[in-house]
């Protein structure tokens, strides 16, 4: 009792550090998920179809203003499945591992996607789980990193040459919202 009693404000000290670097890192994990994946990733695609190189880590940390262990553990996910590989030299950074139009934003997504728990019978959460994954199933089939690079530069200023791509931009934006109105139709039905 007397040695916390004399020692009271370095142990409350070190339990609000020891607090604060749990606290900091949940939300580190929170921000380890397949959208924010998919973000960094068409950004790299982005860079990669302007023509240019690796994009840096560095680059990735500014712009999105992710912590540096966070953009490593996403892209260490995203290395361990084939869809990016690492460049070191001149300039060090990340590269797509395929070509654009061989990644699917599906493929992005289900890196980061949790086991599911083997139910007996459905019940009325399963079926409504059931009726999302398919209607991500029918928005995701087919969509590429090719086909969101060609829409977002459409809607920006070009920076630099784009892969060829089957058909004009306006196609590729017109199936997005083809698809996003079949899943909303499902919804209301």
């Given at each position: 009792?007397?040695?916390?009693?004399?020692?009271?404000?370095?142990?409350?000290?070190?339990?609000?550090?020891?607090?604060?670097?749990?606290?900091?890192?949940?939300?580190?994990?929170?921000?380890?998920?397949?959208?924010?994946?998919?973000?960094?990733?068409?950004?790299?695609?982005?860079?990669?179809?302007?023509?240019?190189?690796?994009m840096p880590r560095e680059d990735l940390v500014v712009r999105f203003h992710l912590p540096d262990d966070t953009v490593d553990a996403l892209f260490s996910r995203?290395?361990?499945?084939?869809?990016?590989?690492?460049?070191?030299?001149?300039?060090?950074?990340?590269?797509?591992?395929?070509?654009?139009?061989?990644?699917?934003?599906?493929?992005?997504?289900?890196?980061?996607?949790?086991?599911?728990?083997?139910?007996?019978?459905?019940?009325?959460?399963?079926?409504?789980?059931?009726?999302?994954?398919?209607?991500?199933?029918?928005?995701?089939?087919?969509?590429?990193?090719?086909?969101?690079?060609?829409?977002?530069?459409?809607?920006?200023?070009?920076?630099?040459?784009?892969?060829?791509?089957?058909?004009?931009?306006?196609?590729?934006?017109?199936?997005?919202?083809?698809?996003l109105r079949v899943v909303e139709d499902d919804e209301r039905a």
């Amino acid at each position: 009792v007397a040695y916390t009693a004399q020692h009271l404000p370095a142990m409350e000290e070190a339990e609000r550090k020891r607090l604060h670097a749990a606290t900091a890192a949940e939300e580190r994990q929170q921000k380890l998920n397949g959208r924010v994946a998919a973000r960094l990733l068409v950004e790299v695609a982005k860079h990669f179809a302007g023509g240019r190189k690796a994009m840096p880590r560095e680059d990735l940390v500014v712009r999105f203003h992710l912590p540096d262990d966070t953009v490593d553990a996403l892209f260490s996910r995203l290395k361990e499945r084939d869809l990016v590989v690492e460049i070191f030299g001149d300039v060090s950074g990340y590269m797509p591992a395929r070509p654009l139009e061989e990644i699917p934003l599906a493929e992005v997504l289900d890196c980061f996607e949790g086991d599911e728990l083997d139910v007996e019978e459905p019940d009325p959460l399963q079926r409504v789980l059931d009726r999302v994954a398919d209607s991500r199933e029918a928005l995701l089939a087919d969509l590429t990193l090719a086909d969101l690079v060609v829409v977002q530069q459409q809607r920006r200023p070009a920076t630099g040459p784009l892969p060829a791509a089957e058909g004009p931009p306006e196609r590729a934006e017109a199936e997005m919202q083809r698809r996003l109105r079949v899943v909303e139709d499902d919804e209301r039905a």
